[in-house]
T-cell receptor
Framework: GAVVSQHPSWVICKSGTSVKIECRSLDFQATTMFWYRQFPKQSLMLMATSNEGSKATYEQGVEKDKFLINHASLTLSTLTVTSAHPEDSSFYIC?????????FGPGTRLTVL | DAKTTQPPSMDCAEGRAANLPCNHSTISGNEYVYWYRQIHSQGPQYIIHGLKNNETNEMASLIITEDRKSSTLILPHATLRDTAVYYCIVRVYRNQGGKLIFGQGTELSVKP
């Protein structure tokens, strides 16, 4: 159980474009979703927390207008990186909360040229 | 949530036990110890968690000291596939689940 998918698994885009990352919990419902990012050789950093149907709560230093999070259903959450720049290149990981435990998606590697 | 301290890296010979230490001297009475690992370019994988008793599952054993200020994750027979970064995290088990805050972890290299 507790299968989480992310799409795409990797994406390359030009600077200034927007990229949407989807996260699905395939066999459970997640009322809460956490989004992390990870730069090379670094640990995971929590970006934001969202509850289904509510606005996301962002960690200090994370721009809410740049990283748009939508958690419209209990099985789908999206993270949109708007006007991406090379410094946004990172590994993005979603983490839905189910059965009072956090599960993790396989991650999406974003490269902005 | 309490902070943890782990050695940045460790080596282990294939087939031997890997013992990964973690210090969490400021842990509170209602905080659990969780272990996750992350194989390169993948999402973290849950290993085990415990409150105060030692725990064992099919992947590993978790030994928590009596004062709960430190713990050790034991992989009994390490294989090359166990090469990963191992994260020790302490958190409160809240109604909605406490968000997991990752430290730097221990990079375990299992060598043939």
């Amino acid at each position: 159980g507790a299968v989480v998918s992310q799409h795409p698994s990797w994406v390359i885009c030009k600077s200034g474009t927007s990229v949407k990352i989807e996260c699905r919990s395939l066999d459970f419902q997640a009322t809460t979703m956490f989004w992390y990012r990870q730069f090379p050789k670094q640990s995971l950093m929590l970006m934001a927390t969202s509850n289904e149907g509510s606005k996301a709560t962002y960690e200090q230093g994370v721009e809410k207008d740049k990283f748009l999070i939508n958690h419209a259903s209990l099985t789908l959450s999206t993270l949109t990186v708007t006007s991406a720049h090379p410094e946004d290149s990172s590994f993005y990981i979603c983490s839905p909360l189910g059965y009072n435990e956090q599960f993790f998606g396989p991650g999406t590697r974003l490269t902005v040229l | 949530d309490a902070k943890t301290t782990q050695p940045p890296s460790m080596d282990c010979a294939e087939g031997r036990a890997a013992n990964l230490p973690c210090n969490h001297s400021t842990i509170s009475g209602n905080e659990y110890v969780y272990w996750y690992r992350q194989i390169h370019s993948q999402g973290p994988q849950y290993i085990i968690h415990g409150l105060k008793n030692n725990e064992t599952n099919e992947m590993a054993s978790l030994i928590i000291t009596e004062d709960r200020k430190s713990s050790t994750l034991i992989l009994p027979h390490a294989t090359l596939r166990d090469t990963a970064v191992y994260y020790c995290i302490v958190r409160v088990y809240r109604n909605q689940g406490g968000k997991l805050i990752f430290g730097q972890g221990t990079e375990l290299s299992v060598k043939p």
